[in-house]
C-alpha cells in the first residue's frame, strides 16, 4: 500500500475517491456495505493524518486489484462483489450501446436487471442478513454462582447436567462442581493442583460419559519434568487425581466418542487425533505456522471436522476448520481479535466469544459455517471469557466478567515488600491502566467515550495530554529521558506511532505505515524509538527515527524491548512455547548480545531496567498471579521484590526513576458462572 496520502505509482489524479460516499458510489454498495468489507474483507482504505480522524479516501486501481485479487467467494458471495472491468476502468467502464439497437438493448437491461435482483436476494437470503435469527433470543440467562471472587473456565456435561469451574472461593483457584439446580458446590481439588488458571486455552473438560473431569494442570517443581503440562482427571462425585491425557494441553472428544483430538504445547501446538483405545498411538495432523498457536479445538457434530482458534494469542486470532486427516485447512472468520471457545448448537451454527478491534469485549457471537456471516449476539456491555455447550446445544454455560482495575503506589525495600505497604492511587478519570512515571507527574492511559486517552496525574490532579475517538493505545506510553512521550495507537485497519512533549503539545505521527505490536521503547539518546512490526505476520523489533525511517534491528520474533541504561544492548521477548517464553538480548547493532538463561510465564512480557543497574525488573510467577523480581543481567543473581497475596494480580508496572518505589496497575477479576438454556425451537 502507498504511503500516506501519496499515490500508487502510474495513478492518476481521477483515480482518487475521498469519501465513503464516493467509494460506496463506485462500487455500487451503500456506505455500511463497503465499510464492512474494509474491517472484514481488507478492502485498501486510506485515513488522513489530520485532525479529522474520520475522513478517508481510496484509489480506484487499489479497489479493482482488491476485488480481482480477493480469495475465491461462494456464488452466493460474488454477487455482492464490485467487478473490475479488464482496462481496469472499475466497476462502472463499459462499452457504448451500438446504434439501432435501441429495443434490444432495452430488453437486456431489464433481464440484467432481474438477474441482478434475483442474485441481490439470493445473496441477502443465502448471507443470513435478512433471514437470521438470534439463536439467543428467548434463552433464559440464570447465574449459577456468586461467590463474590473469581470463577471461570467453566464446563458442562454432555448431557448437561454437572457444571465444572474454577473459583478461588477458598483462598486459591481449585476445581469445584455443581450439579444443575441443586444450588450445592463442591470443591474436588482442594489445593492439591499447584496451577490451574489458563484463559487462553480449555482448561476444564469432561469425559463423554460425564463420569470424570479433566482439567489443564502445570507443575511447579524444581526439575522442568516437575512443570509439565499435562491434562488430568477426578471423579466427578469427587475423589484422587489421576493422568487423563499426558502431554495434552486441550482436548475433545467425537460426538460418538470414538476419537479424541487434542494438542500438545510444542511450538506450533502440534495437534493429534487418536482412537479410544490408549494403546492405538495418536496421530500428528497439524501443527500451525511459526509463531503463531493453534488452540480450542472442537469436532463438529458428524465428526466431518475439526475447528480450532489460530493465531497471535490474546491478539490476532480467528476460528479455522480442517479435515481429521489435517487435510483442508481453511478459515472461518476474519475477526483478527482475540477469538476463543467455539461450541457446536446444531449441525451447522457455532457459537464463540470475540473481541473488537479495539479490545472490548470479549462479546457472545454466532455464526452458520456455511454462510459465514458472524452475529454478536446481546447489544449489552457484558463480557464473556469462557463458553461450553452440552451435546445437543439447548444448554450453554459462561463465565461472565466484570474486570476492575485500579493503579498503587509500593515502596521498594532492601526485603520483599507485601501488600500493606501498597497505596492506592485515586482517579477522577475512571479506570487507569499502563501506569508510567513522567516528568513531574504520574502518566497512564483511560478509556473516553469511543477511545483512549493519556493522562497526566500531578498533585492529585489529573489532566489529558492527548485523546482521540475510535483510538486504542497500544501497549502504554513510553517515556523519553528528556519527559518525551511515545505511544502507539491503533485505528481500524491501521497503526500509527506518535510522539509529543512532555505536556502533552506537538504531537505528532512518526509513522503510519508499519504494523505496530506491543509497547515502544525509547533509545537512552532520545533520537529514536524501538517497537516491533509485523512483518509476514509475526512481530520484528525496528529502530525508528524521529523522522519515520525505520531500520530492522531482530529480524525473528520479538516484543515489548527495553534499553539498558548504557544503551549498548536491550532485552525483548521472544515467542511462546507453551505458556511461557525467553526474554533475549541484542546489541545496539543488533548482533546477539549474551544474559543468563531467563524463561518467564505468560503474561509478564513488561520488562524494566532497574535506574543506574544492569538489572531487569521482571514479573514472575504463575500465569494468574505474579510477583516483581530482580535479575543481574550480568551474573544471573535473582532477588525478589514483591511477596503479594494471591488476590493482588499485576498486570503492568513501572519503576521511579530514583529506584525507590513502583507503581502497579492492579486487575481484579470479578466473574461469576451464567446457565443459558435454549427452548427447543431454538435448538433445532
Avoid: C
Avoid at 407 to 429: E, K, Q, S
Wanted: proline share 8%; charged share 25%.
Amino acid at each position: 500500500m502507498s504511503s500516506p496520502d501519496q499515490p500508487p505509482e502510474g495513478t492518476t489524479p481521477g483515480d482518487r475517491l475521498d469519501s465513503w460516499k464516493e467509494i460506496a458510489g463506485y462500487l455500487k454498495r451503500d456506505v455500511t456495505t463497503v465499510q464492512r468489507w474494509e474491517k472484514r474483507e481488507a478492502m485498501p482504505v486510506h485515513r488522513h493524518l489530520h485532525d479529522k480522524l474520520g475522513t478517508v479516501y481510496a484509489f480506484r486501481s487499489e479497489l479493482d486489484a482488491w476485488a480481482h485479487s480477493r480469495n475465491p467467494a461462494p456464488a452466493y458471495e460474488d454477487a455482492a462483489l464490485p467487478a473490475a472491468s479488464a482496462d481496469g476502468a472499475g466497476p462502472e467502464a463499459g462499452p457504448a450501446p451500438r446504434k439501432g439497437s435501441r429495443r434490444a438493448l432495452v430488453g437486456s437491461l431489464a433481464a440484467a436487471a432481474l438477474i441482478l435482483a434475483a442474485a441481490a436476494v439470493w445473496w441477502t437470503v443465502e448471507r443470513g442478513e435478512y433471514l437470521w435469527r438470534n439463536p439467543l433470543a428467548g434463552a433464559r440467562f440464570q447465574t449459577v454462582t456468586d461467590f463474590g471472587g473469581s470463577e471461570q473456565a467453566a464446563a458442562l456435561s454432555r448431557d448437561g447436567r454437572f457444571i465444572a469451574f474454577l473459583s478461588d472461593r477458598d483462598g486459591r483457584p481449585d476445581v469445584w462442581i455443581t450439579q444443575v439446580g441443586t444450588g450445592q458446590f463442591h470443591n474436588l481439588t482442594r489445593g492439591t493442583a499447584p496451577e490451574l488458571v489458563n484463559p487462553l486455552v480449555r482448561t476444564l473438560g469432561f469425559s463423554p460419559d460425564g463420569a470424570w473431569v479433566a482439567f489443564w494442570r502445570r507443575g511447579t517443581g524444581p526439575t522442568p519434568k516437575d512443570t509439565d503440562i499435562g491434562t488430568w482427571a477426578l471423579p466427578t462425585l469427587g475423589g484422587q487425581p489421576r493422568p487423563y491425557l499426558e502431554g495434552a494441553a486441550e482436548f475433545d472428544w467425537s460426538r460418538d466418542g470414538a476419537r479424541v483430538v487434542f494438542h500438545t504445547t510444542k511450538p506450533g501446538d502440534p495437534t493429534f487425533v487418536r482412537d479410544a483405545d490408549p494403546q492405538v498411538p495418536p496421530r500428528q495432523i497439524f501443527a500451525a505456522p511459526a509463531g503463531l498457536h493453534a488452540h480450542f479445538p472442537v469436532w463438529s457434530p458428524d465428526g466431518a471436522f475439526i475447528y480450532f482458534v489460530q493465531g497471535h494469542l490474546a491478539e490476532t486470532m480467528d476460528i479455522w476448520r480442517m479435515r481429521p486427516t489435517g487435510e483442508g485447512v481453511e478459515r472461518i472468520t476474519h475477526h483478527s481479535s482475540l477469538v476463543s471457545h467455539p461450541v457446536f448448537l446444531d449441525d451447522r451454527t457455532i457459537a464463540y466469544l470475540a473481541a473488537d478491534w479495539d479490545g472490548s469485549g470479549p462479546w457472545l457471537y454466532s455464526l452458520d459455517v456455511d454462510r459465514r456471516v458472524p452475529h454478536r449476539l446481546e447489544a449489552g456491555l457484558d463480557r464473556y471469557v469462557s463458553l461450553a455447550a452440552s451435546a445437543d446445544g439447548r444448554r450453554l454455560v459462561a463465565t461472565r466478567a466484570r474486570p476492575q482495575g485500579s493503579l498503587w503506589r509500593l515502596p521498594l525495600d532492601a526485603t520483599p515488600v507485601d501488600a500493606a505497604g501498597a497505596v492506592p492511587i485515586p482517579l477522577t478519570t475512571g479506570r487507569g491502566f499502563a501506569p508510567r512515571f513522567g516528568v513531574g507527574g504520574l502518566l497512564y492511559v483511560s478509556s473516553k467515550g469511543t477511545g483512549d486517552g493519556i493522562w497526566k496525574l500531578a498533585d492529585g490532579a489529573a489532566s489529558e495530554l492527548w485523546s482521540a475517538p475510535d483510538a486504542r493505545i497500544v501497549g502504554g506510553p513510553e517515556v523519553a529521558p528528556d519527559g518525551r512521550v511515545a505511544f502507539a495507537v491503533a485505528r481500524p485497519g491501521r497503526t500509527l506511532l506518535y510522539v509529543m512533549n512532555p505536556d502533552g503539545t506537538e504531537a505528532r505521527v512518526v509513522t503510519g505505515s508499519l504494523e505496530l505490536r506491543g509497547a515502544p521503547a525509547w533509545a537512552p539518546d532520545g533520537r529514536s524509538v524501538t517497537t516491533a512490526a509485523n512483518v509476514d505476520g509475526m512481530p520484528n523489533l525496528f529502530r525508528i527515527s524521529l523522522d519515520g525511517a525505520a531500520v530492522p534491528l531482530v529480524r525473528e520474533y520479538s516484543v515489548d524491548p527495553v534499553w539498558s541504561p548504557g544503551g549498548d544492548f536491550l532485552a525483548y521477548s521472544g515467542a511462546d512455547v507453551g505458556t511461557t517464553f525467553p526474554v533475549k538480548a541484542v546489541a545496539a547493532s543488533g548482533a546477539p548480545h549474551a544474559i543468563p538463561n531467563l524463561t518467564l510465564s505468560r503474561g509478564g512480557r513488561r520488562l524494566r531496567f532497574f535506574p543506574g543497574r544492569r538489572a531487569l525488573v521482571a514479573m514472575r510467577g504463575e500465569i494468574q498471579h505474579k510477583d516483581l523480581w530482580l535479575i543481574d543481567v550480568e551474573t544471573g543473581a535473582e532477588r525478589q521484590l514483591t511477596n503479594l497475596p494471591p488476590g493482588f494480580t499485576i498486570r503492568d508496572f513501572d519503576v521511579s526513576r530514583d529506584g525507590r518505589e513502583v507503581v502497579l496497575e492492579r486487575v481484579e477479576d470479578h466473574s461469576d458462572v451464567v446457565l443459558i438454556d435454549r427452548t427447543p425451537s431454538q435448538a433445532r
